[in-house]
C-alpha cells in the first residue's frame, strides 16, 4: 500500500479515476438538467453558468448528457470485462492445469476469436446480436475473453511447476483448491491490471458504437451519441464534441494510470541483494 | 536377488518397488527420439523406519525415483507395492488416505511454499484437509509442531520469504511430518542450505526419525552427509541401481567401480577418479542390453558392452550390478569424506 | 614467504542502498595475496566473500559504494586509476570466474568465438600481432582436459555440460593469462566426480601459470586442498586469517571451531552432529563481537567491545576477545 502512494502517477491515477466515480454516480442527482428532455429555448448555448458545458441541438445540458452517459458507459464497460475477467482466466487456469483435448480446442477458438481486431468483432457481434446496451457488454466480454484467457493459462503454466503446487498435489489437495488457492492468487495482479486497461477500451469501444448508432439509442445519452452529434453540429457549437471528447479522454487517462500504477507496485520490487 | 531390509524379510518391508520403468516423453511420431528413459528396471524395498539414502549425480535418476513412488509421476512399467495395493497404477483419484501417509520434503525451501500464505495456514491446511485434530485446536497443534521443529510461535504469522533457508526447511518438516506420515521423501533438503544450518536440519531428520519411526528416503549427491544420516544406501547410475547395500558395508568395501570413483572423489587421493577425462563415444549396439557404465569404466571387459549386469549379491544385505566388481577388500579405507 | 605482495587490500567497506537505508555487506577487510599464492575467501551467506571479489574488480552494480583505505596492485593504488585504465587490467590481468559458468558465455555465440576474443583482448593488451589464435585456442582447451577441442569450439554453450562449460570458461581465462583470477565458487554447482576434475585442474592451471587465486567458497575440504593461506569471514568481518593448514587443523575463533566441529562430527558419524546454532549472518550488537549472538563461548564483554585481530601463531591471527586478555 506504501509503495503505491509513493508512485506519483498511480496516486495520480487514482484520484482522477476517483473523481470521474464519483461525478458520474453522484453527479446527476447534484444537477438540475434532464438529460432527455428537450429545451427548444436553448439550443446549442455556449458554456454558462447554468450550462457549464453549454447545450446540444435539442438544448439539453450536456454536462449532464456527459455524466449519465458516463454512467451507462462504464457500466456496460464494467459489466462485459468483469465477464471476460472471469470466464477467461477460469477458462485459461483449468485448461493450464487440466490440458488435454478440450483445453486445445478452447485455446485454438480462442486464438480465432482473439484474431479479429476488437473493432470489427464488435460490430459483427452488434449485427448478429442486435442493438441495445445488454449486447454491447456482450460483445466486449467476447472480445476479451481471449485475452484473459489466454493471459491466464500463460501464468499458470508457468506457476503449476512450481514447488508449492507439487507439494499440494502430493498433500491430496483437490483440483479446485489447487487451482483458486495455490495458482490464483500469484496470477492475479497482471489479471487486475488488464481489467483496468480493459474497462478504459471497453468504454472506447461502446462510444464508439454508439457514435455508429449501434448502442445507446437517443435520447439516451451516451458518450457516443453525444460524440456524434457534437460531431454533426461542430461548426456552429463546437464545445459539444471538444468538451465531451475530453471528459473521455481524461477518464481513460485516469484509468491508465491507475492500471500502470497497480501493475509497479504488485511487480516485484528489485531490491538490492548482498 | 533383492537385497534385505534391515533385519526384516523382504515381505516385511513396508514398500517394494520392483521392476520400475519411467520413460518420459511419449515415442515422436515423426522424429525418431528416443523418449527418455529415466527410471531402468529399479526394485528395491523401505523398511519402517530405516533412512535409505539415493545417491548419485545429476541425472541418475534418484530425484524422478523419489518422486515416483509418491505418485507424482506415473511409471511406464513396474509396480510399487505398498499396503496392499499396487500405487504404480492407481489412478489419481483413488489415493485417498495413501497420500497421507506419503510426504516430501524439498530442495529448495522458498519455492516449496506458496508465498501467499504465511506459515500458519500453510501448516493449517493439511491438519484440516485429513483431519489431523480437531478444528478448533488447529491453531495449538500448529504451534506445537513448531516448536517440534525448533522454531517459535512467532513464526506462524510471518510469510515464507521472512524466513531463513534453515528455518523455511524446519517448517517443511513440519509440514510433512503433520500429517503422521510412514515414508518421508527428501530430496536434497540441505544442498541449499549454509554448511553450519545442514548440521540443524540432518539432526532434526534424524530425530524425527528416531522418535516417530518414519521412514525415510534421503535423496543426496552428498556422500559425507549420506553416510552420517542413512543406515542404507543404493548408489544410482543413469536411471539403474548399480550397488545397494548397509551404509558401512557400501562405504568400507564398494563393489562397484562408479561407487568407488564416488568415493575417491571426495578425498585427497590424487588421480583418484576412475574413469576417461571426457567420454569419448565407443560402440554399443544396444544399449539396453549392457552396462550403462561401460563407457566411462576402466575395467571394461566385452560381455560388458553386450549385456546388462543383474545386481548380484556380494555380502550378505550387499549387492551390485557388475561383471568384473572390485574384489572385497582391495578398496582403500575411505577416510576424510568432509561435509 | 617473502615475495613482495600482488595485491594489498585495507579497510575494504562496501555498503549497499537498500530503500533509505544502507545495509554494510563488507565491514573493514583487510588482507593482501603473494605472487604466486592461493588465498581462500571461506564463508556461508552474509558473510561478504562475494562481495568483497566482486568490490576488487569493480564488479559492482551502482547502487554498491565501495571504499578503502587502499587496493593496490603490484604497489599501485587501484582506486587512483580512471575507468578506462581499470578496464584494461579488468579482465587481462585481472580474470574472474563465476559459480555458474552458463552466465559467462554468450548463449548465441560459439565458443570458438570466445576464446579468441579472450585471446584478442590478451594479445591487444600485451602488444602482440593477431596471428593464427586457432591453435592456441585448441591447445588450451586441451590443457583443460578436453579431448575433443574441435567439436567444442564448434559448440555454442547449451550444447555442453556444466563440467565441460566450466572446463572451456578456464580455458578462456587461461587464454588472457591473468595475474590474480578470482574464483567465487566455481565447484558448486557441479557433480562430485566433476568436481574434482575441476580442482585438479584449476590446481594444476594456477601452478603453470603462477598466477595467484582468490579462491571464494564456502566449503571447508575444498579450502584445505587448494588454499595456501585462507580467511574465514563472517558478517562482513576477517574473523580468522593465517597458513591453511593451521586455521583447517587448529582454528582459534569459535566460529571456525565450530565449522571444523561439525565437519569432524560428520566424519566420526556421531550420533547427532555438532551443532552452531543461529542462522549465518546473525550478527550481535553492533557495539560488540560480530559473532556473540551465535557464540558458545561468548562472555559478558563480548557484546560490548569489538575484539581486534589478534596474533595467535606465525603469520595466524583471530578476532576474538578470548586471545586479547
Known amino acids: 500500500m506504501r509503495a503505491f502512494f509513493a508512485n506519483k502517477l498511480a496516486v495520480i491515477g487514482a484520484a482522477v479515476t476517483g473523481f470521474v466515480l464519483l461525478a458520474v454516480i453522484a453527479g446527476p442527482w447534484v444537477l438540475p438538467h434532464s438529460p432527455t428532455e428537450a429545451n427548444f429555448l436553448a439550443l446549442l448555448e455556449p458554456p454558462s453558468l447554468a450550462h457549464p458545458f453549454g447545450t446540444d441541438s435539442f438544448g439539453r445540458d450536456v454536462l449532464t448528457r456527459i455524466l449519465y452517459g458516463a454512467r451507462v458507459s462504464l457500466a456496460v464497460s464494467v459489466t462485459g470485462v468483469l465477464a471476460a475477467a472471469l470466464l477467461g482466466s477460469a477458462a485459461g487456469l483449468v485448461s493450464a492445469y487440466v490440458g488435454g483435448w478440450t483445453a486445445a480446442v478452447a485455446m485454438r477458438i480462442s486464438d480465432l476469436l482473439f484474431s479479429f481486431p476488437s473493432f470489427v468483432l464488435a460490430l459483427f457481434l452488434m449485427v448478429v446480436l442486435g442493438f441495445g446496451i445488454a449486447n454491447i457488454a456482450a460483445s466486449i466480454a467476447l472480445i476479451y475473453l481471449p485475452l484473459f484467457a489466454r493471459l491466464a493459462r500463460n501464468m499458470a503454466l508457468v506457476v503449476k511447476e512450481e514447488p508449492w503446487v507439487q507439494a499440494a498435489q502430493l498433500m491430496g489437495q483437490s483440483t479446485f483448491s489447487i487451482l483458486t488457492r495455490e495458482i490464483l492468487p500469484n496470477i492475479a495482479a497482471p489479471l487486475f491490471v488488464q481489467i483496468a486497461i480493459g474497462i478504459a477500451f471497453g468504454i472506447v469501444i461502446e462510444a464508439g458504437l454508439s457514435f455508429l448508432g449501434l448502442g445507446v439509442q437517443p435520447p439516451n445519452p451516451s458518450l457516443g451519441t453525444i460524440m456524434a452529434d457534437g460531431r454533426e453540429y461542430f461548426q456552429r457549437a463546437p464545445w459539444v464534441l471538444t468538451l465531451s471528447g475530453v471528459a473521455i479522454s481524461i477518464a481513460l487517462l485516469g484509468l491508465n494510470l491507475l492500471s500502470d500504477g497497480i501493475r509497479d507496485v504488485m511487480d516485484p520490487k528489485l531490491r538490492a541483494r548482498l | 536377488m533383492i537385497s534385505e531390509s534391515r533385519g526384516a524379510a523382504a515381505s516385511d518391508a513396508t514398500m517394494q518397488v520392483r521392476e520400475l520403468v519411467l520413460d518420459f516423453g511419449a515415442p515422436q511420431r515423426f522424429r525418431n527420439a528416443h523418449p527418455l528413459r529415466a527410471l531402468d528396471s529399479v526394485s528395491l524395498d523401505i523398511a519402517q523406519g530405516e533412512i535409505l539414502g539415493l545417491v548419485g549425480e545429476s541425472g541418475s535418476g534418484k530425484t524422478t525415483l523419489g518422486k515416483t513412488i509418491l505418485g507424482a509421476y506415473k511409471p511406464t512399467r513396474g509396480r510399487i507395492l505398498y499396503a496392499g495395493r499396487d500405487l504404480a497404477t492407481l489412478p489419481p483419484g483413488s489415493w485417498g488416505l495413501l497420500r497421507r501417509d506419503l510426504q516430501m520434503i524439498f530442495q529448495d525451501p522458498l519455492s516449496s511454499f506458496n508465498p501467499r500464505f504465511t506459515i500458519e495456514s500453510s501448516l493449517a491446511l493439511p491438519l484440516r484437509l485429513h483431519g489431523i485434530c480437531p478444528k478448533g485446536s488447529v491453531s495449538g497443534e500448529v504451534a506445537a509442531l513448531l516448536k517440534r521443529v525448533g522454531l517459535g510461535p512467532e513464526h506462524a504469522s510471518r510469510y515464507p520469504h521472512e524466513l531463513s533457508g534453515g528455518q523455511l526447511q524446519r517448517v517443511a518438516v513440519a509440514r510433512a511430518i503433520s500429517v503422521k506420515p510412514r515414508i518421508i521423501v527428501a530430496d536434497e533438503p540441505v544442498s541449499k542450505l549454509d554448511v553450519s544450518v545442514r548440521a540443524q536440519i540432518l539432526n532434526l531428520l534424524k530425530r524425527m526419525n528416531r522418535e516417530t519411526g518414519v521412514s525415510l ?17 543404493a548408489v544410482m547410475y543413469f536411471g539403474r541401481i548399480v550397488e545397494i547395500g548397509a551404509t558401512d558395508q557400501v562405504f568400507a568395501d564398494p563393489r562397484h567401480p562408479y561407487t568407488l570413483s564416488l568415493l575417491r572423489a571426495r578425498s585427497a587421493v590424487p588421480d583418484a577418479v576412475i574413469t576417461d577425462a571426457d567420454e569419448v563415444p565407443i560402440a554399443i549396439a544396444d544399449p539396453a542390453q549392457a552396462c550403462n557404465y561401460a563407457p566411462r569404466c576402466a575395467r571394461r571387459i566385452a560381455t560388458c558392452t553386450q549385456n546388462r549386469p543383474a545386481l548380484t549379491t556380494q555380502d550378505k544385505g550387499h549387492s551390485s550390478a557388475c561383471f568384473v566388481p572390485i574384489e572385497a577388500g582391495t578398496a582403500e579405507r575411505t577416510e576424510g569424506i568432509a561435509s | 614467504m617473502t615475495e613482495a605482495a ?29 605472487e604466486g599464492e592461493v588465498f581462500g575467501l571461506i564463508g556461508e551467506s552474509g558473510s561478504g566473500k562475494t562481495v568483497t571479489g566482486l568490490s576488487l574488480l569493480r564488479l559492482l552494480p551502482p547502487h554498491a559504494s565501495v571504499d578503502a583505505d587502499a587496493i593496490r596492485f603490484r604497489g599501485k593504488d587501484l582506486a587512483l586509476l580512471s575507468g578506462e585504465e581499470f578496464r584494461a587490467l579488468q579482465g587481462v590481468k585481472l580474470a574472474m570466474i563465476f559459480q555458474d559458468p552458463v552466465g559467462s558465455f554468450n548463449p548465441a555465440k560459439t565458443v570458438a568465438w570466445h576464446l579468441k576474443q579472450a585471446i584478442a583482448r590478451r594479445r591487444a593488451y600485451a602488444g602482440t600481432g593477431e596471428g593464427e589464435w586457432r591453435e592456441e585456442a585448441v591447445q588450451n582447451l586441451w590443457d583443460v582436459g578436453i579431448r575433443v577441442p574441435e567439436r567444442v569450439l564448434a559448440s555454442y554453450p547449451h550444447q555442453l555440460s556444466g563440467g565441460m562449460l566450466q572446463r572451456a570458461l578456464i580455458a578462456m581465462v587461461i587464454s588472457l593469462r591473468p595475474v590474480l583470477i578470482i574464483a567465487d565458487e566455481p565447484t558448486t554447482n557441479l557433480d562430485n566426480l566433476v568436481e574434482r576434475q575441476i580442482l585438479d585442474l584449476i590446481r594444476a ?19 584445505g586442498e587448494i588454499c595456501d593461506r585462507i580467511a574465514v569471514m563472517y558478517a562482513g568481518e576477517i574473523v580468522e586469517m593465517g597458513p591453511a593448514r593451521d586455521v583447517l587443523e587448529r582454528p582459534r575463533h569459535p566460529y571456525a571451531q565450530g565449522l571444523l566441529q561439525t565437519s569432524a562430527s560428520l566424519d566420526r558419524r556421531d550420533e547427532y552432529l555438532y551443532e552452531l546454532q543461529g542462522e549465518p549472518g546473525m550478527r550481535g550488537a553492533p557495539e560488540g563481537c560480530c559473532f556473540a549472538a551465535r557464540c558458545p563461548q561468548v562472555m559478558p564483554k563480548c557484546r560490548s567491545t569489538q575484539p581486534r585481530l589478534v596474533d595467535v601463531g606465525p603469520g595466524h591471527v583471530s578476532r576474538c576477545l578470548l586471545h586479547d586478555q
Open chain 3, 205 to 223: 592451471q594456477q601452478r603453470k601459470l603462477g598466477a595467484s587465486v582468490l579462491y571464494v567458497t564456502h566449503d571447508l575440504a575444498v579450502a
Open chain 3, 6 to 34: 600482488l595485491i594489498e587490500v585495507a579497510n575494504l567497506r562496501t555498503s549497499f542502498a537498500v530503500g533509505r537505508e544502507r545495509v554494510a555487506a563488507v565491514r573493514g577487510v583487510s588482507f593482501s595475496i603473494a
Open chain 2, 217 to 233: 528416503v534421503f535423496i543426496t549427491h552428498d556422500l559425507g552427509v549420506a553416510r552420517f544420516l542413512c543406515d542404507r544406501i
